[in-house]
């Protein structure tokens, strides 16, 4: 369900963005992005709210995997991958399973895009969490051939 890295070329961004400006650009662009997420992704929403007894949360895009019959949560971060950002991404996939997830559905997937990683540090994170996620990175420029045919044919690590 996952790749990594994820090639977001089409968005035409370069330098520094910021995780809202990327949220814009993918969302603005969404054919695009659901073409290069696979083939059974379906939108469900971006900033979706919930209240949680009074704090917001809001979850940067939101997709229902229509032939997993799952919701899948992206969350993205413009930087390097940071430990905490798997904690979140863990409630976040705790919060729709017990909102939005009916007794049809499979468990909620999470999916951190992250601008860069250390893959020792993303495979500590997750630690006894047993939700079903996965860490990925992402580009906006032009990758080397070598790198753009491993990302055709490379499987990411996830945790489930």
Do not use: W
Not at 52 to 61: A, N
Not at 115 to 134: A, D, E, F, H, I
Not at 136 to 147: G, V
């Amino acid at each position: 369900m996952a790749k990594d890295p994820y090639n977001f070329e089409f968005l035409r961004l370069s330098g520094d963005v910021t995780e809202r400006d990327l949220e814009n650009a993918l969302t603005g662009r969404i054919t695009e992005t659901l073409q290069e997420l696979e083939p059974g992704f379906s939108f469900v929403g971006r900033q979706v709210h919930f209240d949680v007894d009074g704090d917001d949360y809001y979850i940067d895009p939101l997709f229902v995997h229509v032939e997993q019959l799952r919701y899948v949560i992206i969350e993205l971060k413009t930087g390097k991958f940071q430990p905490e950002f798997a904690g979140k991404l863990n409630f976040y996939v705790a919060l729709v399973d017990d909102v939005l997830r009916r007794d049809f559905h499979n468990e909620t997937v999470g999916i951190l895009i992250c601008g860069t990683k250390n893959y020792r540090s993303v495979r500590y994170s997750p630690g006894r969490s047993t939700s079903p996620m996965t860490v990925a990175a992402y580009t906006y420029d032009k990758l080397p051939p070598a790198e753009q045919q491993a990302g055709q044919g490379g499987a990411s690590r996830s945790r489930r």
